[in-house]
Every structure is written in structure tokens, then in C-alpha cells.
């Protein structure tokens, strides 16, 4: 760990921009950043012309990702020119935890004041006591080395009635194509207890749906010895009282039990939704991309959850293009997506990422053009099958989780199984429960009236 003078610093009262992007998880690192600048004093701005102190939480898992955040470095490399006295914090995916990482940016991106690993709040934690040392604005900033944040996490204010509970940080899976593994470290549970202190501490201040966080959450408890596992986890969440609904993501297949499909049976609270990656429906490409399952291994899991959780939803992700992927392996995957037919498909062209197994071994061999063949296909596939699927759901009622209130007076919210509805001539706040009667439906939104 080797610290680096910084010349300058926010003074009392100062405005803070926060820039994120990427998945949950660095929604979840984002709200942590937040509390813990508002409690030092800060102030959130939403132009970061305005701030004091300018953090980017990046995110790596493409190309495209990483060179969002290259663009906007620049941006702000133009703003601390115009201003010498700005501090610019660099957190994420892209910053990683490997030393030499942080020292590469640095020298590419001089201006940079903070280095943050994903999920490690210390960095900053020790920017802003300096600073309180020495309020005359000569602080000292310190580079992480990389571990967890020790301390216990600020508790964020709950983004209007939905938040996010890590609970498991890291990843030790390794599949071929991901740089998860090499940016957020080795998969580490938190313990039960502080997790069960920090929902209801959320619920407490308005939360009343969390949804518990993981790269591979089944797998939640078994790197803690004598630790319960996910499924009593979720019983135990559900039972906090004020707290209405109850997510967990993202599964593998190979990590998903029978006792966590038990607790999604009978716990009212904890939502019938599931987001299962599948990646590919060629068993020659899931082997290469170091998955561990087949595609009828698949298959079979969603028979077995269907099975027990009747009108359960359905997420999966899948890559395109990934190395020697063929016309015929393509094939595989959209005639698995014909017959499963998920609620959502999030749809990513591959990109060789720095260190993994596809990006030293295998070359990227699928043409741009193929690739994006390949994606327009697949979310045409969604787009129809959503649509024929929804086409009973006018005249039908569900219930809706209140979340926020559009320009205009629309309420927005969700039904147990994740579909998005919109409600006209309704005054429930967020937060309400309310049953729904559709009247229009399309793929991806619903829309009705209450009662
Ligand atoms: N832990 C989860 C999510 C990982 S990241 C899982 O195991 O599935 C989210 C999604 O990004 C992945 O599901 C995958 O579809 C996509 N992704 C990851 N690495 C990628 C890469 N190199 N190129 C394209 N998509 C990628």
C-alpha cells in the first residue's frame, strides 16, 4: 500500500458528482459511496462542473463498458485542468485489484487522485478522516491494496423503496469469457448477522424490497464455515417485518438446490423469479466457455422449477459471437430459447476480456457483423414470444409493488414475477401494494387500472 500526496481536497460542505455504471452490484457499491459522502459533509450534484470531488464507478465486463469510462475520464481530465483543485476517485471493475493495474491508469490518467477496487470503500474512507485531520486542504490519499473493506459498510438511504444487499462480493467461478474473477477478487460471503442488521436497518429508513446480491448467490454461506446457506438466508429476510418483497441474483445452474426452490415455495415475501445465465444452447460452446453443465442439464432445471413454482419468471443471459461459435451452435441456442422461453433475455456480444481463458486461448473469431445477426435475432425471438405470451394478460389482475411515480402521475411498479406495469388514475405512493387489472399489454411493459 503506498500512499500519494494530494494537494488538493473538498472542503467543508462540499459537492460530490458520482458517475456509475454496470451492473447491481456497482448500483449497490454506488449507494455505499453515496452515504458515506453525505455522511462527511457531502453533497450530491448532478453536473460535474459543479463538484468538488468527481467519483467514476466503472465497470469492465465488455469493451464497450471500459471505453464508456475512457470517454468520461477525458471529460474530467478536462474539468480538473479547468480546476486544479478538483479530486477525481476512480472505483470499480476497471480498477480492480491488482497493484499494477492502479499504477497503469495512473500513469495514463495522472489527475487521478483515489484508486477504489469494487466493493472497497477504504481508500476513500481514509481520503475523507485525513481530510478532517487537516481541514486546510492539504490531504493525503491512499491507494488500495486490493483487500475487502473491513469495516462494515455505511448503510446507503434506500433508492426510493428498493434496495441492494451484497452478500456475497467476488467471484471464484472463472469462466472462460469473464473478468469478474481478476477485477472484484476471490468470492467471499458476508457474515449473516451484519447482513440481517443492514436489511432491516434498510427497511427501517424505506425499503421495502431488497433484492440480495451475488455473482453466483446460491452459492451464499459455503465459503463460511458453520454459516447458513442462501435459502435460510432468504427465510430469515423475509421474516423482517415492513419489508413486502424479497429478491436474490444471479444463479448458476450448477449451485441452484431443491431447498432454495422449498423456501421460494412457501415464503409469501420471497418473489417467484429467477435469473438463471444460461450463455448458450451448444453443449461444444458451454464446454469451452467452462460453464460446467449442458444444455439439457438446463432444460431440465427449468422443468424442475416450473414444476414447483407455478408462473415462476424467467431471466437468462446469453453471449453471442463467443469463439468458434458456428451457424449451428447459434441454431442450438435459439431453438433452446423456442422451447424455454424466458420472460427476459439480456443478450451480450462477446468481447475478449483482459487475462481470461477465451481472451489468451481463443481467437475472437466471429465477425462484428455476425455477431450483431446473431443478437438482432435472439431479441426478435423475445420480442415475439413476449408478445404472443402477454397477449391474455388484458382483463387479467395482478398484484404490484409501487415503486415510483412518472412525470405525469403514472405509477410504475412490478409484479412478483418481475413484469413492469404502468398504472393511470391511481394515487397509491410508493411502496403500496396494489392489485392491477391490465388493460394493454405489450413485450416488455404492462399497463391497467387499480382494483
Ligand atoms: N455472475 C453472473 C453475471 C456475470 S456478468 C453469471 O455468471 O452469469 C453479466 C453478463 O455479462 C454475463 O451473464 C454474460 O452474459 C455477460 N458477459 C460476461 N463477460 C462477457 C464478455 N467477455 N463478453 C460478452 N459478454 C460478457
Given at each position: 500500500m503506498s500512499n500519494v500526496s494530494i494537494d488538493v481536497a473538498p472542503g467543508p460542505g462540499f459537492r460530490y458528482n458520482l458517475w456509475t455504471t454496470g451492473c447491481q452490484m456497482n448500483e449497490a457499491d454506488a449507494a455505499r459511496v453515496a452515504a458515506l459522502l453525505e455522511a462527511a459533509g457531502g453533497r450530491s450534484v448532478d453536473d460535474a462542473r459543479e463538484a468538488d470531488l468527481v467519483l467514476l464507478n466503472t465497470c469492465a465486463v465488455r469493451q464497450q463498458a471500459e471505453d464508456k469510462a475512457h470517454v468520461r475520464l477525458r471529460y474530467v481530465g478536462q474539468l480538473r485542468r479547468r480546476n486544479p483543485r478538483l479530486v477525481v476517485a476512480l472505483m470499480g471493475c476497471m480498477v480492480g485489484t491488482n497493484p499494477e493495474r492502479m499504477a497503469a491508469l495512473r500513469e495514463a490518467y495522472?489527475?487521478?487522485?483515489l484508486f477504489l477496487p469494487p466493493s472497497d470503500l477504504r481508500p476513500l474512507r481514509e481520503f475523507l478522516a485525513t481530510r478532517e485531520a487537516a481541514p486546510t486542504g492539504d490531504g493525503v490519499g491512499c491507494v488500495g491494496g486490493?483487500?475487502?473493506?473491513?469495516?462494515?459498510p455505511p448503510v446507503p438511504a434506500p433508492d426510493g423503496i428498493r434496495a441492494y444487499l451484497p452478500a456475497v462480493l467476488g467471484c471464484s467461478h472463472a469462466c472462460a469469457y469473464c473478468v469478474i474473477p481478476y477485477r472484484r477478487g476471490a468470492e467471499r460471503s458476508r457474515p449473516s448477522g451484519e447482513l440481517l442488521d443492514e436489511a432491516q436497518e434498510l427497511v427501517r429508513r424505506g425499503a421495502r424490497e431488497l433484492t440480495v446480491l451475488g455473482?453466483?448467490?446460491?452459492?451464499?454461506?459455503?465459503?463460511?464455515?458453520g454459516e447458513m446457506h442462501l435459502p435460510e438466508l432468504l427465510r430469515r429476510l423475509a421474516e423482517i417485518p415492513g419489508l413486502l418483497r424479497l429478491r436474490f441474483l444471479t444463479s448458476h445452474p450448477n449451485w441452484f438446490t431443491d431447498e432454495l426452490l422449498d423456501a421460494m415455495a412457501d415464503t409469501p415475501v420471497l418473489c417467484p423469479y429467477v435469473e438463471l445465465p444460461v450463455q448458450a444452447g451448444s453443449d461444444a460452446i458451454l464446454a469451452a466457455m467452462r460453464r460446467g453443465y449442458t444444455a439439457e442439464q438446463y432444460r431440465a432445471l427449468i422443468r424442475k422449477i416450473r414444476g414447483r413454482i407455478p408462473g415462476v419468471g424467467l431471466s437468462t443471459d446469453i453471449i453471442v459471437?463467443?469463439?468458434?461459435?458456428t451457424e449451428a451452435d447459434f441454431e442450438a441456442t435459439m431453438s433452446l430459447m423456442r422451447e424455454v422461453?424466458?420472460?427476459?433475455i439480456r443478450v451480450a456480444k462477446y468481447s475478449p476480456r483482459p487475462q481470461t481463458l477465451s481472451a489468451r486461448t481463443m481467437s475472437d473469431d466471429v465477425p462484428a457483423e455476425v455477431k450483431e445477426a446473431r443478437r438482432v435475432a435472439l431479441e426478435g425471438l423475445l420480442r415475439d414470444f413476449l408478445t404472443e405470451k402477454h397477449a391474455d394478460y388484458p382483463g387479467r389482475t395482478v398484484e404490484i409493488l409501487v415503486e415510483s411515480v412518472e412525470p405525469g402521475g403514472r405509477r410504475r411498479g412490478r409484479t412478483p414475477d418481475a413484469k413492469l406495469v404502468f398504472v393511470d388514475g391511481c394515487d397509491a405512493p410508493p411502496g403500496t401494494l396494489l392489485p392491477v387489472t391490465i388493460t394493454w399489454a405489450g413485450p416488455f411493459s404492462l399497463i391497467g387500472e387499480p382494483g
Open positions: 495522472p489527475f487521478i487522485d486490493g483487500e475487502t473493506d473491513d469495516g462494515r455473482q453466483i448467490i446460491d452459492r451464499y454461506g459455503l465459503d463460511r464455515p459471437g463467443f469463439p468458434g461459435e422461453r424466458p420472460d427476459m
